[in-house]
């Protein structure tokens, strides 16, 4: 059987760590893509990355280019395309530059590669994988995007590190958009299936959901950019689920077709990721409290939605 297509678009720092794990890995050959100007960039990487399999042992080529035409028959692509953000500024405030490259990125897709499983991360995400789906036409399947296994990647860090408990035993879930009022949902993290509040205190907790909700910024204002090694980690944990049919259930975020009673927006719920793409959307149960801090999510990645519609 031939090996499966990785197409990653953007070379910059998640690019290079998602080819890198996609190596490591083993789940393909790998296309790092990026723009004209960044071509040579892409090259350099996708080599150094390739002379890196010398070393491990993994049989998986590495390819840098900026031709759309080497990602036709891509099974999966991974879209990084875009600015990251720089300290003071919010995943919001990305759009007016981001919105272009994403619609530029998801006309050549559609072109080039209409049948892949895509997995956007470009920010603001909720409104980036909003606008790619609307420009490729795709069913929501085959469009999603990441951010909640990366926000539940912080809060099992940060829970597993105050409890002196192995990162292994903790499972968290974080729905909602990806923004400072994501929805960390405390009814569903447990340790071993022990729920979180019969061994954490509510004011640690509380701190930990706080930090948590800015655990990007936080990173942001260490290294000036942002993070990258999570995020590259989460989107292959998404895309091996595909290619692996592994029928996992991760917080992704989905385009809702009536689920959590929201319709025509794309925000982080519980999915499961197989062979089919997203082959279903959980809905879980929510306290008051919880479905109203949704809303509060819903309504700001509503507010960014509404200006990419009007642009
Ligand atoms: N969803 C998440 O959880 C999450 C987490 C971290 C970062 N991000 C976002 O991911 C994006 C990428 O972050 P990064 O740190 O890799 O940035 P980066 O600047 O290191 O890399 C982005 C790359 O995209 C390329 N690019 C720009 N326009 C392009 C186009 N039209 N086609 C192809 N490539 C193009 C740039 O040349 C650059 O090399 C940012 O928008 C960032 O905010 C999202």
């Known amino acids: 059987m031939a090996r499966k297509k990785i197409g990653l678009i953007g070379a910059g720092n998640i690019g290079g760590e998602l080819a890198n794990l996609a190596v490591a890995k083993q789940l393909g050959?790998?296309?790092?893509?990026?723009?004209?100007?960044?071509?040579?960039?892409?090259?350099?990487?996708?080599l150094d990355l390739e002379q890196a399999t010398a070393v491990n042992g993994a049989d998986a080529s590495v390819v840098g280019s900026s031709n759309w035409a080497d990602l036709a028959g891509a099974d999966v692509?991974?879209?990084?395309?875009?600015?990251?953000?720089?300290?003071?500024?919010s995943r919001d405030d990305l759009v007016g530059i981001n919105?272009?490259?994403?619609?530029?990125?998801?006309?050549?897709?559609?072109?080039?590669?209409?049948?892949?499983?895509?997995?956007?991360?470009?920010?603001?995400?909720?409104?980036?994988?909003?606008?790619?789906?609307?420009?490729?036409?795709?069913?929501?399947?085959k469009v999603v995007g990441m951010a909640g296994v990366l926000d539940s990647s912080r809060f099992t860090l940060f829970l597993a590190r105050e409890l002196g408990l192995s990162i292994k035993d903790v499972r968290t879930m974080v729905l909602g958009g990806h923004g400072d009022d994501m929805v960390p949902l405390l009814t569903y993290c447990?340790?071993?299936?022990?729920?979180?509040?019969?061994?954490?205190?509510?004011?640690?907790?509380?701190?930990?959901?706080?930090?948590?909700?800015?655990?990007?910024?936080?990173?942001?204002?260490?290294?000036?950019?942002s993070a990258y090694y999570a995020p590259a980690a989460a989107a292959i944990a998404m895309a091996g689920a595909y290619l692996h049919d592994e029928k996992r259930m991760l917080p992704?975020?989905?385009?809702?077709?009536?689920?959590?009673?929201?319709?025509?927006?794309?925000?982080?719920?519980?999915a499961v990721i197989g062979a089919g793409g997203v082959e279903e959307v959980v809905e879980v149960e929510l306290t008051d409290a919880e479905q109203e801090m949704l809303a509060k999510s819903a309504a700001s990645v509503q507010k960014v939605v509404d200006i990419v519609k009007a642009s």
């Open 29 to 46: 050959d790998v296309v790092l893509f990026d723009i004209p100007s960044k071509e040579a960039f892409a090259k350099g990487k996708a």
């Open 77 to 89: 692509l991974i879209i990084t395309a875009g600015i990251p953000r720089k300290p003071g500024q």
């Open 99 to 141: 919105l272009p490259i994403i619609r530029d990125v998801a006309g050549k897709a559609k072109q080039h590669c209409p049948d892949a499983f895509v997995i956007v991360i470009s920010n603001p995400l909720d409104a980036m994988v909003y606008e790619y789906k609307r420009v490729v036409g795709a069913p929501r399947s």
């Open 190 to 225: 447990t340790v071993d299936g022990v729920p979180i509040t019969q061994l954490c205190p509510k004011d640690k907790l509380d701190a930990i959901v706080a930090r948590t909700r800015t655990g990007g910024g936080e990173i942001v204002k260490l290294m000036g950019t």
């Open 252 to 270: 992704c975020a989905v385009y809702l077709e009536g689920e959590y009673g929201y319709r025509d927006l794309y925000m982080g719920v519980p």
